[in-house]
Nanobody, 124 residues
Framework: VQLQASGGGLVQAGESLTLSCAAS????????MAWFRQAPGKGREFVAA????????YYSDSVKGRFIISRDNAKSTLYIQMTSLKPEDTAVYYC??????????????????WGQGTQVTVSS
């Protein structure tokens, strides 16, 4: 599976942005999908995930209520809608696909396929 993330950019605090992750070479519905991010000087951080089987969505506490993860199987595309953006949301955002069990959804080790990352910068 190849993943291509896009949609990043420079926005002001309080604004919104939607990232996309186009998948090819596999059936998106076969995988659990997630977004992670990595800020300068920090490790990769879980943002949101959509479970492969139950379709439930999961979020980190830092983005819950502001971000929404969704998937369009017909377009083989994963999205994350980000609202009320804050300067601390500044990071490179990565999409990922894999077959994690429920208890390991938030671990980047659970995902086999990764997009190349797209930069999101939120100015104050």
């Amino acid at each position: 599976v190849q993943l291509q993330a896009s949609g990043g950019g420079l926005v002001q605090a309080g604004e919104s942005l939607t990232l996309s992750c186009a998948a090819s070479g596999g059936t998106l519905s076969s995988y659990g999908m997630a977004w992670f991010r990595q800020a300068p000087g920090k490790g990769r951080e879980f943002v949101a995930a959509r479970h492969r089987s139950n379709g439930y969505t999961y979020y980190s506490d830092s983005v819950k209520g502001r971000f929404i993860i969704s998937r369009d199987n017909a377009k083989s595309t994963l999205y994350i809608q980000m609202t009320s953006l804050k300067p601390e949301d500044t990071a490179v955002y990565y999409c990922a696909a894999g077959t994690p069990i429920l208890s390991s959804l938030r671990s980047d080790q659970s995902y086999r396929y990764w997009g190349q990352g797209t930069q999101v910068t939120v100015s104050s």
